[in-house]
Structures are given as structure tokens and as C-alpha cells.
């Protein structure tokens, strides 16, 4: 995934990944592969309209599929965070219900029960299915290419009911089986529903830790199927005798000879097939493996997409269509171009014949070598030292190289490796904060006094490098460098030693990976050094540990002092990101070398999808900084407000979202009939429209379509001189970046835009430093200025300026962007920890780099103002170098739980935070425990401790095998001590608590503070009310008679009336001058 704009830019969306539950998969299967899991767990489904926009549950209310049976209906699936229901099937009598009864057929969708609000179901515009509609009650959800395929197979396995689009679905006989068949996409997660007609997942899993039930048919050849490296994907079903059984991990291994392999689906019916049999393939090819996905099955069905129709019943033609598809599989694989992976190896394993690792490294890349094994003799001139892309030593062991999918498979074989992790691209997450904070510089000179000097801080920052020349980093005041530090200042074009100095203490390059994947780096364009060309990595460092530069402004907004939380930390840069992105093995290379440097402080703002945690590269990488004692905050992401939609959720990681300050820069339309539309701008030009008293001509070019027209959205080449010229032109937000939207009215002879929100942005307003005069509006506000250009004879307006406006009521307010909880991977632990700051920062800029970051733009400043999560997580990263100053022997986990406990969730009006996508209150799975605070993080009375060991506990309760625990403990000498026996046993600083919706369940957790405060004291618990269930502290008292004393507290709750929608409060401890907050979640899950 190349890297993305950020904001200002683009408005861009990652795909929601969605999944189902599969509670009757074997444990053994290893569903958490998929996000599934053996226990109950809150999985959701949902459906896309295929529109184009995103599979989500944002704004939708409770979604229902019904299906027709003998007695009544039953709700078969459920959205809105709710869990999915799958069907259980039995190995006779047809698909039940949950509760057991017959499902007859015809199967159809029908209109929700009076329970459910039918206008409320109506509002769910994101759902595909509406009221009293006919549409099947399983989709295929992701890109809109995408089709929906339900197979019913008859007794003689000769037809096959299905639709595309609205059709409807004719039921099977009531005897057959019911095989529910979707996607798993390259660009959003897909799930089906009805696993339950095939239960020996092991004898035809399509992917490996992928049931079978997930297969989806888009166009022919389309590349639909999951693209996770995994070997051996593709099943094909012949009748009678299955195709000569590919049964090899590579080519070089001879096919076996023709098999007759057992049915399995006979087993799952009470009347029976024909013979199906199964085997893999051993096909690499994504192209040749989809059409052997769909050879497979017109082999016996008859396929219905759109208006095709394909009959293709017996005899050889399929059969040898398949042997052809083989062919081309076959010479696919042959072809297969190296890629880079990562290879984490038990350092403890390496065999005595090694002096180095190395040196065994190199030798396990030559044993698994295509050039090695497919020669009669070895070849002397094949060097692995060549192919090896990094060696990893310190957060994680290990290297990255080169491989095929062959090698990759190979390897994964091989003495020593314990996972192969293909190389992911992440993207970045894209100033009176510290005033805003609290943090007055009484306060900081007070934490970097004398008697702290042997206590030096260095922050690491991964980012885009950063620009030295910058004020920012002046070290005047500052000491020696840290003894402690063993990092350097690597060189390069555009960067000498000599731009290093006492505050900006090492800069390192990494690109190994990007150039392994893309090619070598375009060095006339792109400098191969520690210098920042893009001014993402110069914002995020100054911003985090930026000096005091007086009178720092962007065309003179925001004018002031700009300093960073810990304006006396050292910098350490890492450039990790390059024109084509971020690649995982150059950040996982950062990581170590920035631990093995003596960095104190991680900041990240990067981040990618939700893998599984042994899956995920930089949580394996942050788990062991976290060991040596590092701590690390990462950005959340800007994909909100849909739910779910968070990264980073490693519970050793601290995951930053966004707030807004009280700080803006307002800026008013005013319309012909006199109506005043008030709106944000950072323009600054020598064309001031605030200076014309007369109107100007306004033009809106979309229609009264909802449909978006790529002229309302003024993209490239949409607007045409003769219409917009003189005029000031409103564009909607959407597609390309904000800017440019300014930049393709001027070029068509606009004077000036109006860029309204649209209901992705609701009301939230970002500034951006257009290239004309702009104004930015919300969503309500730009509704009301198209309703005037369509309706008015003569529309007009004119644009004004208002500079900076301090004081801003309410504030802080959780960004509309800033992505949201719950944890996808756990629900026991909240996500994100806290917010910070991270709408319209100003912070140090790259003198390379426009303030729009638009090539068109030629403009060059020395401060800029940013909004996104990057913007957030320096923020926290600069805060917890300060608590690393006062607390120079405190653990990562410590450092944490001081900033999530004393955060907090009011506005400076006293009333709960609010999210500015809703304008309502803002829950725990918007803002964490809160918004940071600095001055009571230094101080907090209390902390939650977490070792090492405890989350290793954690990932045992997670179902991880002995293989996927070694990613995190590096060799075979630990095991589960299973102490614990929910995630939620974690000693985490928030309580999040799932209940089975019965009528009487409970949980109970056990939770240890540590008294920082001090020696002698006593607190009392204070726990909100909830309406369903009952919370009893004990004991309700802590007392403590020295300092670091550990107590232990209970918390019990038991269900008295099950909630629809999770609940939220907080359990505090107080002694009257610390208030030690917890945030308290509980969530209900319907019967599995």
C-alpha cells in the first residue's frame, strides 16, 4: 500500500476489514489467523451497497438479514458492532436456525420485525439490504468490482442457485447442504456466514487458516482471492478422481500420481453426491488460481452472474480446461519474481558451527535457494550475502531478504525460523499545544533541572528524516551528548556529520527494503540521506522535542512561541519513508538499530491494517523495545469516524488518536441574500478577497443528484473556463486533495472556492493554506450555500479573513479523522489509550517542501500547520520523555498508565468530551481514557505496572501456538504458565469486560497499582452506575505505608439487565489529591 497523503490532502479511506464467527471451527485451526477465534467473541459482518463507499457500520443502526422458516424467522446475522450468529448445520435435516428449528425453503430476505424501527433501518446508508427488499442475506463485501455468489448444491450436484447485484436467490432442497460462498479480497476483508455445512476444514482449506466457505466469484481472472503468501491455495474438485494431486510445497518436488481421496461433503448431507474430491495445487499465480477456482465449480454448477449464464455439466471439457489453467499455474510459478520477507529466527538456535548470526543467516537464505535446490550440483557462484536485504540484532532477531514463494516456503521450514512475514508497505498518519497542555516553562525547566543532567532523554523519531536548518533544533543550553548514546549521524548527499549537533544527536538512513521491493531511489529527485523532503518527519521531531523559536508563524497564523513538549530531549532521526511509502522491513530495521542507539522514547506515526500480533512486524519490533525498556507511541490512524478502524493496537504500544485545541482560524462566506456562513482558512495571499466590498459570481457544478460528480468535486479537468471563470466555485471534499481543488479552480479562472464538507467530514473543519482565496465549511453550512447557487437568480458571495481567534468553546472536541475503537483483535483491551492534540498544529517545516506539499506549489515557509494522529503522537512521545525525566527508572507500561490515568474527559466548558463527527458525547472507543495531561502525568499517585511476562500471559490467553508465542519470546525456553485466563486478567490501566447475553453472567478481574505517591496514604474507590449490570470494588480502600507498595484490588460485575449497546463509566481511586481514573467498558454479546 503506497504510502498516502496526508492532511492536508487527500481524504483517503482504508478499507474496514470485516469478519465473521466461526464458533464451530476446531480450535486447532488457528482462526485467530483471520481475526476469528475459538471463544465467543464480538466478530461483525457487514454489507456494501457496492457504491463505492467503504463497508462500515458507521452511522447504521441495527441491521438484520431474516430467512423463512417453518415457524416464524430468526435473525440470522447482526451490524453495528453486534456479533454475527452463524448457522450451525447438522450433519442431517438441513441449515437450522440458533435454535435448532428447520429452515424451509424458499430462502429470502424479508422486512425487519416490528422490534426493529423501520425508519431507523432505513437510515443505515451503508447497508445494502432496505426495507421489504428481496436481496440474498449474504454479500460479498469490498470493492465494488466484487460479486455475490450463494451456492446451494442439489443431490446431484448439477445446479447451483446464486445472484449477483439485487436478484434473488431460489431455494435448495431442504435436504442439501447450504455452502455459502465469498471473498477475501486483496483490498477489504470479506466473510461468509454459513460455515456450517462443511466441517473437515483441514482436507480442503482454500487458504491455509482459511475455512473453506470463503471463496467468492467476481470477473473471470479477476485477482480476487487473498493475497497473503500462502502456499498451496487453490482447491479443485473433479468428479470422481481428482486432478493428478499436486501434493508438493515447490516445484521441484515430483506430483503424485492420480488419488481417489475420500468425499467430504457426502458427510455433511442425508442424501448423497456425487463424488467431489479435492486436492491442492501447488499455484502461485493469482490469475491462474482464480480460474482454477472457477473451473473447479462449473465442473457440476450452473453459474448465474449478472446476466451470464454458464452451464457446464459433464463430461471432459472442464477437465481439460483445468489442465490447461494447471499449465498456466504451473508456468506462473516457474516465473515468480523475488520479494522481500522477513525471517524471525531463535537466536538461541543457531548451531555452534557459526561464529555470527550472520553467518547462519546466509547459510539457511543458500539452503533454501531456487538457484541451490533446482541445480545437480552446487552452485559456488550463488552469493546469499546478496540476496539478504537487513540483519536484525537487538528488538528483534532475525533478517529480511529476497526470496520466491517457493524459498519463502522453504524457509518457513527451516531449523531455526520462527515466521516469515511478507514486507508490508505502512503509510504516515498525517503551536500553542504545549501551552494548551498546561506545560508552562517553569514547569519544563523545572523536570530538565541540574539534578536530571545524568538523566538525558533521547526521542527517536521514525518518519521522512528531518531538516536541520530548522531553529527547532537549535542546541543552545543543551550539554554533551548522552554518554549512553551509540548512534551516529550517517551521511549522504545533502547531509554532513556537521548537521548534526547537541540536540539532533543521530540520523540514520533505511532503505534497503524499499529499494528490494521498487527499485533503486531516483537520486536526482530524492536524496538518499537523513535530510527530510517531505516536512512529515521535520513537524513530527520538532513537535515532540522541537527548542523554543519565538515568533513562529505560517503567513502569519498561529503566531507565537513553537516549542516541543520536550523542548531539552535530544532527536534522533530515522528515515524510514520514501516516495513510494514506508516499507515494514526498513521500519523493523529502524527499530532495532534506534534500540540498540539507547533511545528512551519511540515516535511512530505510521501505520497499516490490523494483522494478527505475531503477524505484525512493528508490534513484534515494539515488543522488544519494549523489553529493553523503550517506550513507544504509534499514531491510531486518520480513518475515522467509522468504528473499528484503528491500528497500532499492540497493548505494550501507546495508540495516539486526535483532538482538536483551543486554538482556530476562522474565516466567513457571505452569501447575496445576507446570510453569513462561518468557515476555517490559512490563506494568506496577495489576492485578498476580504478587501473587496463587491460580490463575486458563486457556481456550484454538481447536480441535485446524491451521487458524487466529479465536477462538484472540481477534480483535474472537470472545470471549464467559460463556467467558472470570474466566480467563486464551491467544491466537496472527496478524492483529491484539498488543496488542489484550489489549485484546478484557479486554473480555470476561479477567484476564490467554498470547500463544503461532505458526510464523511460532518461539521469538523480543517484549515489548509490554499493557493487562492478558500474557504473551508462544514457539512450543514455547505448544504445551505449549494441550496442558495441552485435556487438564487444571481448568486453571489465574498470570502474574509479573520487571522487567529484564541479561546475556542468547546475544546478539546475528538477529531472526525481520528480513527476509532473498539480493538478489532481484542476487545478486552481499549483502544486507543488517549488523545492529544492533533488538528491544525504548527511545528518546523522542510525547506524542500511547499506548505501544501502540491509539486505545483512553489511556496516554501519555515513552520507549517498539520492536522492527523502523526500530529498526536509526538505529542504523547514528548510528554513520556518529560515523565522519563522526573522518572528515569520507570517502565514503559508505568509511563503509560500515568498518562491514561490521569487524562481527562471534559472540555473547557466542564461537560464530556464530544466528537466532532456527531457532535455528541464521545465514548471510551473515541477517546481512550482521555485527553492527555501533561502536569498530572508527572504526578499520578498510583500506576499499573505490566512485565514482560504478563503479556506474554496475554498472548497465551490469545490462543497463539508454541510457533506464534516465539515471535514475541525469541526462543522455545519459555512457555504459558497460563495464569491467566482472559486478556482481560492484563494489568491494563482501563477495564473493558464482555458479557454472554444471559440472564445472569459475570466477570471478574483483578487489577495491582503501585504507590508513586506518597509513602503513607489512602484511597477510595468511586465507580459510575450502569444500567446493566451491578460493580462491587474489593476492597473499596487502598492503603499504602511506603513507596512502591503493590496492592491488589478485585472488580466484580455481574449482569442484571443485558444491554443492546455497550456501556461506559469509570472506576477512580482518590486520596484527596490524586484521582487515579480508569475507564470501565462493558459490552454484551448476543447467544453464540
Same mark, same amino acid.
Given at each position: 500500500?503506497?504510502r498516502?497523503?496526508? =492532511?492536508?490532502? /487527500?481524504?483517503?479511506?482504508?478499507? $474496514?476489514?470485516? #469478519? &465473521?464467527?466461526?464458533? %464451530?471451527l476446531d480450535? @486447532?485451526?488457528?482462526?485467530?489467523e483471520?481475526?476469528l ?9 457487514c454489507a456494501?451497497?457496492?457504491?463505492g463507499?467503504?463497508?462500515g ?13 417453518e415457524?416464524?424467522d ?8 453486534h ?30 420485525p ?17 426495507v421489504?427488499s ?6 460479498? =463485501?469490498?470493492? /465494488?468490482?466484487?460479486?455475490?455468489? $450463494?451456492?446451494? #448444491? &442439489?443431490q446431484?450436484? %448439477?445446479?447451483?442457485y @446464486? ?12 435436504e ?10 486483496l ?15 483441514h ?6 487458516h ?17 493475497s497473503?503468501?500462502?502456499p ?5 474438485v ?20 492420480t488419488t481417489?481421496?475420500p468425499?467430504a461433503?457426502?458427510r455433511?448431507s442425508?442424501?448423497?453426491?456425487? =463424488?467431489a474430491h ?5 499455484c502461485?499465480?493469482?490469475? &491462474?488460481?482464480?480460474?482454477?477456482l472457477h473451473?473447479?465449480?462449473l465442473?457440476?454448477?450452473s ?5 451470464l ?7 471432459a ?35 555452534s558451527?557459526?561464529d ?6 546466509a547459510?539457511?537464505?543458500?539452503s533454501?535457494?531456487?538457484v541451490q535446490?533446482?541445480g545437480?550440483?552446487?552452485?559456488d557462484d550463488?552469493d546469499?550475502?546478496a ?23 522453504l ?10 512475514l ?7 498518519h ?20 541540574a539534578?536530571l ?29 548522552p554518554?549512553?548514546?551509540k548512534g ?6 545533502g ?5 548534526c ?6 540520523a ?17 529527485v530524492?536524496l538518499k540521506s537523513p ?10 521531531a520538532?513537535?515532540a ?5 519565538p ?11 513553537a ?11 530515522y ?12 521500519i523493523?530495521a529502524a ?17 497499516g491494517?490490523?494483522s494478527?500480533y505475531?503477524?505484525d ?31 497500532n ?10 483532538s ?5 482560524f ?5 452569501l ?19 478587501s473587496?466590498?463587491?460580490?463575486y459570481?458563486?457556481?456550484y457544478?454538481?447536480g441535485?443528484?446524491?451521487i ?24 466537496d471534499r472527496?478524492?483529491?486533495?484539498r488543496?488542489?481543488k ?5 486554473n ?5 472556492m467554498?470547500?463544503?464538507?461532505t458526510?464523511?467530514?460532518g461539521?469538523?473543519l ?9 474557504v473551508?465549511?462544514g457539512?450543514s453550512q455547505?448544504?445551505?450555500?449549494k ?12 470570502l474574509?479573513f ?10 478539546p ?15 478486552e ?8 492534540p ?33 500530529m ?8 513520556a ?7 528515569p527508572?520507570?517502565s514503559p ?7 491514561m ?11 464530556s468530551?464530544?466528537d466532532?463527527a ?13 485527553h ?9 499517585g498510583l500506576?499499573y505496572?505490566?512485565?514482560?511476562d ?12 508454541p510457533?506464534q508465542?516465539r ?6 525456553s ?6 491467566f485466563?482472559?486478556?482481560g ?6 477495564i473493558?469486560?464482555v ?15 503501585t504507590?508513586v ?9 468511586k ?6 449490570a ?6 473499596s480502600?487502598?492503603?499504602?505505608t511506603?513507596?512502591n ?8 460485575m455481574?449482569?442484571k ?32
Amino acid at each position: 500500500m503506497a504510502r498516502a497523503p496526508r =492532511t492536508p490532502g /487527500a481524504d483517503n479511506f482504508s478499507p $474496514v476489514q470485516t #469478519v &465473521a464467527s466461526f464458533p %464451530s471451527l476446531d480450535p @486447532s485451526l488457528q482462526a485467530a489467523e483471520f481475526g476469528l477465534s475459538a471463544r465467543p467473541r464480538p466478530h461483525m459482518m457487514c454489507a456494501d451497497d457496492f457504491s463505492g463507499r467503504r463497508c462500515g457500520v458507521a452511522r447504521a443502526w441495527l441491521i438484520s438479514w431474516i430467512m423463512e422458516r417453518e415457524r416464524g424467522d430468526c435473525i440470522h446475522s447482526r451490524a453495528r458492532g453486534h456479533p454475527v450468529a452463524s448457522l450451525n448445520t447438522p450433519a442431517s435435516g438441513g441449515p437450522r436456525c440458533l435454535d435448532d428449528r428447520p429452515v424451509a425453503r424458499p430462502l429470502r430476505a424479508r422486512p425487519p420485525p416490528a422490534s426493529i424501527p423501520r425508519q431507523e433501518l432505513k437510515r443505515s446508508r451503508r447497508s445494502s439490504l432496505k426495507v421489504g427488499s428481496t436481496r440474498p442475506s449474504l454479500h460479498c =463485501t469490498g470493492a /465494488a468490482s466484487f460479486r455475490t455468489v $450463494v451456492a446451494a #448444491v &442439489a443431490q446431484d450436484a %448439477s445446479h447451483m442457485y @446464486s445472484s449477483a447485484g439485487d436478484d434473488t436467490i431460489p431455494g435448495p432442497p431442504a435436504e442439501a447442504p447450504i455452502i455459502a460462498l465469498s471473498a477475501h479480497g486483496l483490498r477489504a476483508s470479506t466473510t461468509a456466514a454459513w460455515p456450517g455445512a462443511l466441517r473437515e476444514h483441514h482436507e480442503y482449506a482454500l487458504v491455509p487458516h482459511f475455512p473453506p466457505t470463503v471463496l467468492c466469484f467476481g470477473c473471470l481472472l479477476s485477482p480476487i482471492l487473498y493475497s497473503g503468501g500462502c502456499p498451496g491455495d487453490v482447491v479443485v474438485v473433479v468428479r470422481g478422481t481428482a486432478l493428478p494431486a499436486c501434493e508438493f510445497t515447490s516445484m521441484r518436488r515430483a506430483p503424485a500420481t492420480t488419488t481417489v481421496l475420500p468425499s467430504a461433503i457426502t458427510r455433511h448431507s442425508s442424501a448423497p453426491l456425487h =463424488t467431489a474430491h479435492l486436492t491442492r495445487l501447488g499455484c502461485q499465480s493469482m490469475q &491462474a488460481r482464480t480460474l482454477l477456482l472457477h473451473l473447479a465449480v462449473l465442473k457440476f454448477l450452473s453459474i448465474h452472474l449478472g446476466q451470464l449464464r454458464l452451464d457446464i455439466l459433464h463430461g471432459a471439457l472442464p477437465l481439460c480446461l483445468a489442465l490447461v489453467a494447471l499449465q498456466a499455474c504451473l508456468s506462473a510459478r516457474a516465473t515468480t519474481a523475488p520479494k522481500t520477507y522477513i525471517v524471525q529466527m531463535a537466536a538461541s538456535e543457531m548451531p555452534s558451527s557459526f561464529d555470527f548470526h550472520h553467518e547462519w543467516y546466509a547459510s539457511t537464505v543458500k539452503s533454501v535457494s531456487s538457484v541451490q535446490l533446482q541445480g545437480d550440483e552446487e552452485d559456488d557462484d550463488f552469493d546469499p550475502y546478496a540476496r539478504i536485504v537487513y540483519n536484525y540484532e537487538t528488538a528483534f532477531h532475525g533478517f529480511a531478504a529476497k526470496l520466491d514463494e517457493d524459498e519463502a516456503e522453504l524457509m518457513a521450514e527451516a531449523d531455526g525460523v520462527v515466521a516469515v512475514l511478507p514486507e508490508t508497505v505502512l503509510q504516515l498518519h498525517t503551536t500553542r499545544s504545549p501551552d494548551f497542555l498546561g506545560i508552562s516553562p517553569e514547569i519544563r525547566n523545572s523536570i530538565w533541572s541540574a539534578g536530571l543532567a545524568d538523566h538525558d532523554v533521547v526521542v527517536g523519531v521514525l518518519d521522512t528524516g528531518v531538516w536541520p536548518e530548522s531553529p527547532s533544533f537549535s542546541d543552545k543550553g543543551l550539554g554533551p551528548v548522552p554518554a549512553k548514546w551509540k548512534g551516529l549521524c550517517q551521511t549522504g548527499r545533502g547531509f554532513t556529520t556537521a548537521h548534526c549537533n547537541r540536540k539532533i544527536i543521530g540520523a540514520r538512513i533505511f532503505y534497503n527494503g524499499y529499494e528490494a521491493s521498487s527499485g533503486p531511489i531516483n537520486e536526482t529527485v530524492e536524496l538518499k540521506s537523513p535530510r527530510d523532503q517531505d516536512g512529515h518527519g521535520t513537524h513530527t521531531a520538532a513537535t515532540a522535542a522541537g527548542a523554543p523559536v519565538p515568533d513562529a508563524n505560517l503567513f502569519g497564523y498561529a503566531s507565537g512561541v513553537a516549542r516541543g513538549m520536550a523542548p531539552r530531549a535530544r532527536v534522533a532521526a530515522y528515515k524510514v519513508c520514501w516516495s513510494g511509502g514506508c516499507f515494514s522491513s526498513d521500519i523493523l530495521a529502524a527499530v532495532d538499530r534506534a534500540v540498540a542507539d539507547g533511545v528512551d522514547v519511540l515516535s511512530i506515526s505510521l501505520g497499516g491494517g490490523s494483522s494478527p500480533y505475531y503477524h505484525d512486524s512493528l508490534a513484534i519490533a515494539s515488543f522488544g523495545a519494549m523489553q529493553m525498556g523503550v517506550f513507544v507511541a504509534c499514531s491510531g490512524g486518520n480513518a475515522g469516524p467509522d468504528p473499528i478502524s484503528l491500528t497500532n493496537l499492540s497493548p505494550w504500544i501507546t495508540t495516539v488518536g486526535a483532538s482538536t485545541m483551543d486554538r482556530d482560524f476562522p474565516a466567513t462566506v457571505t452569501l447575496g441574500n445576507g446570510a453569513n456562513i462561518t468557515g476555517v482558512s490559512l490563506y494568506k495571499g496577495r489576492r485578498n478577497l476580504a478587501s473587496q466590498k463587491e460580490q463575486y459570481p458563486l457556481v456550484y457544478m454538481g447536480g441535485n443528484s446524491s451521487i458524487p460528480d466529479p465536477r462538484s468535486l472540481c477534480l483535474e479537468g472537470t472545470l471549464q473556463p467559460h463556467e467558472v471563470g470570474g466566480k467563486i466555485v464551491i467544491c466537496d471534499r472527496g478524492i483529491s486533495p484539498r488543496v488542489q481543488k484550489g489549485q484546478v479552480v484557479k486554473n480555470a479562472g476561479g477567484v476564490g472556492m467554498i470547500l463544503a464538507n461532505t458526510a464523511a467530514n460532518g461539521e469538523e473543519l480543517v484549515a489548509d493554506s490554499h493557493l487562492l482565496p478558500a474557504v473551508a465549511v462544514g457539512e450543514s453550512q455547505g448544504i445551505a450555500a449549494k441550496k442558495y447557487s441552485k435556487t438564487a437568480a444571481k448568486p453571489t458571495a465574498k470570502l474574509s479573513f479573520d487571522g487567529t481567534k484564541l479561546g475556542i468553546r468547546p475544546s478539546p472536541v475528538v477529531a472526525a479523522f481520528s480513527s476509532r475503537g473498539p480493538n478489532v483483535l481484542t476487545l478486552e483491551i481499549l483502544k486507543p489509550d488517549v488523545i492529544a492534540p492533533g488538528v491544525n498544529i504548527l511545528a518546523a517545516w522542510s525547506g524542500d517542501a511547499s506548505p501544501s506539499s502540491l509539486s505545483t506549489d512553489r511556496r516554501r515557509v519555515g513552520f507549517n500547520i498539520l492536522s492527523g494522529t502523526s500530529m498526536s503522537c509526538p505529542h504523547v512521545a514528548g510528554v513520556a520523555a518529560l515523565i522519563k525525566a522526573s522518572h528515569p527508572d520507570w517502565s514503559p507500561a508505568k509511563i503509560k498508565s500515568a498518562l491514561m490515568t490521569t487524562a481527562y474527559v471534559h472540555d473547557n466548558t466542564y461537560r464530556s468530551l464530544k466528537d466532532a463527527a456527531t457532535g455528541r458525547a464521545s465514548t471510551p472507543f473515541d477517546h481512550g481514557a482521555g485527553h492527555i495531561h501533561p502536569l498530572r502525568a508527572l504526578n499520578p499517585g498510583l500506576v499499573y505496572d505490566i512485565g514482560q511476562d504478563d503479556y506474554l500471559e496475554f498472548l497465551c490467553v490469545e490462543n497463539l501456538t508454541p510457533m506464534q508465542l516465539r515471535a514475541f519470546t525469541k526462543n522455545s525456553s519459555k512457555a504459558c504458565k497460563h495464569t491467566f485466563t482472559s486478556p482481560g486478567d492484563l494489568n491494563y490501566p482501563a477495564i473493558s469486560a464482555v458479557f454472554a447475553d444471559q440472564p445472569s453472567a459475570a466477570v471478574t478481574v483483578r487489577r495491582t497499582v503501585t504507590n508513586v505517591g506518597p509513602p503513607s496514604s489512602t484511597y477510595h474507590v468511586k465507580v459510575s452506575e450502569f444500567k446493566g449490570a451491578d460493580i462491587v470494588v474489593e476492597p473499596s480502600t487502598l492503603r499504602f505505608t511506603s513507596s512502591n507498595q503493590k496492592v491488589t484490588y478485585k472488580v466484580t460485575m455481574t449482569t442484571k439487565a443485558a444491554q443492546k449497546t455497550p456501556e461506559f463509566g469509570a472506576l477512580s481511586w482518590s486520596d484527596g489529591v490524586h484521582i487515579v481514573r480508569s475507564p470501565l467498558v462493558l459490552t454484551w454479546l448476543p447467544p453464540m
